[in-house]
C-alpha cells in the first residue's frame, strides 16, 4: 500500500494525510448496497469534517470523492492556518454537540471517530508549528494535482479541469499568485527562526533529484489525453519550478539539517495516529524475537529448496539471490503478474479464505513520475465517495529515481517467486479486496476514511500475504517468509533510527545483507524510516501482530464454529478501525451469541 509522504509546509496538508483511501464499487458487475438507515444518518455527520477538506485541501478533496473541485488547488496564504485552526474548532464544538444528542450506538461510535479525527488534526497542526520549519516539494504537488485528474477512469468532459488548475498553480488566473511563490514565502517567514527545525538535507536532496521526473511527468500527461492549449502555462509553470528548485538549492538546502530524528513527541503522536499504541521501544522487542524467528523458519525452508533443486548454497541469503537471478524482462512482466493473480484467486476460492467480487481486480505498470512519487509496489484506490466505476489498481515501479541523474533497477519486485506475496498483498486477498468491500459493504465514511489508520491498512496486507502462505510453491513460500522478515526489521530499524541507536548508512547494510534487498529498495526504505514517513513502516508488523493474535482470540471463543471465511469477511466489512476498536467489534458482533461447543 502507498503511503504518505511527511509535509509540513501547511497545516492543511494533514487533512489530506489522514484521508487517503479511495474505494470503488465496479460498474456493471454487482449492485451497491442498501445503505442502511445510521449509515446515511452518520454520513450526514461525516459532512462536518468533509466541508474542511474540500476548503482547504481541495485536490485531496477531489480524488476522496467530492465533487466540485476539479479546478480548485490548495491555498498556501499567510492566514491558513489560522482559518484552518479556527474551521476545525468550530467542528469540534458540532460534533461534541452532536454527540451529546445522538442516543444510536454505531452513530455515537462514528461521532467519536470524527471526534477523534478532528482533534488529531488539531494536534499534529500544533506540533507542526512548534517544531518544524514548513518545507514542501512542490513539483511533487502539483503533479499529484494534475494526475488526479488526467486518468483513464476520469471521464473526459472532467480531464478538460486539469488545465484550469494547471494555470492557477502557475498564477495565471485573476485571484491566484503561482503555488511556487507561495510556499517559497511560507519557508522564508519560518527559516533561521530559533527553535525551529529546518528541514532534512537529504530529503531536500532527494527531493531536488527527482523533479525532473515530476516536471516531464506533467508534460507527458497533458500530451497523453491531448489537453488543448496547456503548452503555454506548463512552460510558465516549468521555469517557476525551476526556480523554487533553485531556492531550495541556494537558501535552503545550506541551512538543512542532517540529523533526520523527530521530536520524540512528534515521533509518539506519529506513531498514536497509526494505529500503534504501545511505546516504540516494546514495538522493537517484539520485532527483534520476530525477526530471529523468521531467520530460523527461513533458514530451513532455503535448505529443502536447495536441496530440490540441487543448488550449491543453502543459506537462505544465497538461495534468494540465486532464485534473483530468474528475472522476467519487459512485457513478460505484467502478464505474469496478471496469471499469478488468478491463481490466487483459484486458491482463495477453492480454499474458503474470503468471498472474492466477481469482478476483474487491475495490474499495471507505473510511471517514471508514479515511481518517483511511490518507488514500491503499492494499491491505487479510486475514489471512496461518489463513485462511478472506477477500478483500484496494482501498479509496480520497475525503476527507482536516486539523488542522482539516473535510476536504478530493482531485482526485488520482477522474479517469480516474488509475485506469490506481492499480488496477495497488494491485489487479492490484500488491498484491492479490502478497499473495495467499504463500498460493497456499506461502509460509513467515519469508518471507511476518518478512521483510516496504517496498522489496520497494512496489517490485513501482511496478514493476506500470511493466509496463503501454505498454499505457496516453496519459494514462494521463502520469498513470502522473506517480506515478513522485512516487516518485522522495520519495526525495530524506525524507531531504533529515530532513537538514535542505530545509523542510515548501518541500516542500509543490514537491510541488504540479513534481509536480502537490493540496493535501490534498501535506500527507499532507509528514506521511508528517516523522513519519508517515519513511523509508518512499523504499523505492518504490529497491525499483523494484532490480527493474528485477534483471530487466535476467536478461534478459541468460537472453538469447532469458527468459520474463517465469514471471520475474514466481517473483518472486512468493519472498515479501517484501530486494533482496540476491531475488537471489541469482533467479540460483539462476530463471537456474541456464537456457541462455542
Request: one cysteine or more.
Amino acid at each position: 500500500m502507498r503511503y504518505c509522504s511527511r509535509s509540513t509546509l501547511s497545516v492543511a496538508l494533514l487533512l489530506s494525510a489522514l484521508i487517503v483511501p479511495r474505494v470503488i464499487l465496479a460498474q456493471g458487475t454487482q449492485p451497491a448496497p442498501a445503505v442502511k438507515t445510521w449509515v446515511t444518518r452518520s454520513n450526514e455527520n461525516a459532512q462536518v469534517l468533509l466541508g474542511i477538506q474540500a476548503k482547504f485541501s481541495p485536490e485531496g478533496a477531489g480524488r476522496l470523492g467530492i465533487s466540485g473541485l476539479d479546478e480548485q488547488i490548495l491555498d498556501l496564504q499567510p492566514d491558513t492556518n489560522e482559518r484552518l485552526r479556527v474551521a476545525l474548532s468550530k467542528a469540534e464544538t458540532e460534533l461534541k454537540s452532536r454527540l451529546a444528542k445522538e442516543t444510536d450506538p454505531p452513530v455515537r461510535q462514528d461521532l467519536e471517530i470524527l471526534l477523534q479525527a478532528t482533534q488529531n488534526n488539531q494536534r499534529g497542526n500544533q506540533l507542526a508549528e512548534k517544531y518544524e520549519v514548513p518545507y514542501l516539494n512542490a513539483t511533487r504537488l502539483v503533479f499529484g494535482g494534475v494526475r488526479g485528474l488526467l486518468d483513464d477512469q476520469v471521464p473526459p468532459e472532467r480531464r478538460k479541469a486539469a488545465l484550469v488548475r494547471l494555470k492557477r498553480y502557475a498564477g495565471l488566473e485573476a485571484g491566484y499568485t503561482p503555488i511556487t511563490l507561495q510556499a517559497e514565502a511560507r519557508i522564508r517567514e519560518k527559516l533561521g527562526k530559533s527553535g525551529l527545525l529546518p528541514p532534512i538535507k537529504s530529503e531536500v536532496e532527494r527531493d531536488l533529484a527527482t523533479t525532473t521526473f515530476f516536471i516531464d511527468g506533467i508534460g507527458q500527461l497533458f500530451a497523453k489525453y491531448q489537453i488543448v492549449g496547456y503548452e503555454e502555462p506548463y512552460t510558465k509553470l516549468k521555469a517557476q519550478l525551476q526556480a523554487y528548485n533553485d531556492f531550495l538549492r541556494q537558501e535552503v538546502l545550506p541551512k538543512a539539517r542532517t540529523d533526520f530524528r523527530e521530536p520524540p513527541e512528534e515521533y509518539a503522536f506519529s506513531l498514536e495516529q497509526l494505529g500503534v499504541d504501545i511505546p516504540p521501544e516494546q514495538l522493537a522487542r517484539q520485532a527483534h524475537a520476530a525477526f530471529d524467528q523468521i531467520q530460523k523458519e527461513m533458514q530451513t525452508l532455503a535448505s529443502r529448496i536447495a536441496q530440490e533443486k540441487g543448488l550449491s548454497v543453502t543459506d537462505y541469503r544465497e538461495v534468494i539471490r540465486t532464485l534473483k537471478k530468474d528475472q522476467l524482462v519487459g512485457e513478460a512482466i505484467l502478464p505474469h503478474y496478471q496469471q499469478r493473480l488468478a491463481q490466487i484467486e483459484d486458491i482463495i476460492r477453492r480454499e474458503h479464505l474470503v468471498t472474492l467480487p466477481t469482478r476483474a481486480a487491475r495490474i499495471r505498470l507505473a510511471s517514471p513520475a508514479e515511481s518517483a512519487a511511490t518507488p514500491a509496489p503499492n494499491m491505487r484506490p479510486p475514489r471512496l465517495i461518489g463513485n462511478t466505476g472506477e477500478l483500484g489498481e496494482f501498479v509496480l515501479p520497475l525503476n527507482v529515481p536516486t539523488n542522482g541523474a539516473e535510476t536504478q533497477k530493482p531485482d526485488d519486485y520482477t522474479y517469480a517467486a516474488a509475485s506469490w506475496t506481492l499480488t496477495a498483498h497488494e491485489a487479492r486477498p490484500g488491498h484491492e479486496l479490502q478497499f473495495a468491500s467499504l463500498i460493497e459493504n456499506g461502509v460509513s465514511t467515519a469508518r471507511g476514511v476518518f478512521s483510516f489508520n496504517s496498522t489496520n491498512v497494512e496489517g490485513w496486507g501482511l496478514y493476506s500475504e500470511h493466509i496463503l502462505q501454505p498454499y505457496m510453491p516453496a519459494e514462494g513460500r521463502l520469498v513470502s517468509l522473506q517480506l515478513q522478515l522485512l516487516r518485522a526489521a522495520r519495526a525495530f530499524l524506525d524507531p531504533e533510527l529515530q532513537a538514535g541507536k542505530t545509523t542510515p548508512a548501518a541500516a542500509l547494510s543490514f537491510l541488504q545483507k540479513e534481509v536480502v534487498v537490493s540496493l535501490p529498495f534498501a535506500t527507499q526504505e532507509v528514506e521511508r524510516y528517516t523522513f519519508t514517513a517515519p513511523g509508518q513502516a512499523t504499523s505492518y508488523f504490529y497491525g499483523y501482530t494484532r490480527l493474528l493474535a485477534l483471530r487466535t482470540e476467536t478461534e478459541h471463543l468460537l472453538g469447532k464454529n469458527f468459520d474463517q471465511q465469514k471471520f475474514h469477511d466481517f473483518i472486512l466489512a468493519q472498515g479501517l478501525l484501530p486494533p482496540a476498536l476491531l475488537r471489541k467489534a469482533v467479540l460483539e458482533g462476530f463471537v456474541k451469541g456464537k456457541s462455542t461447543q
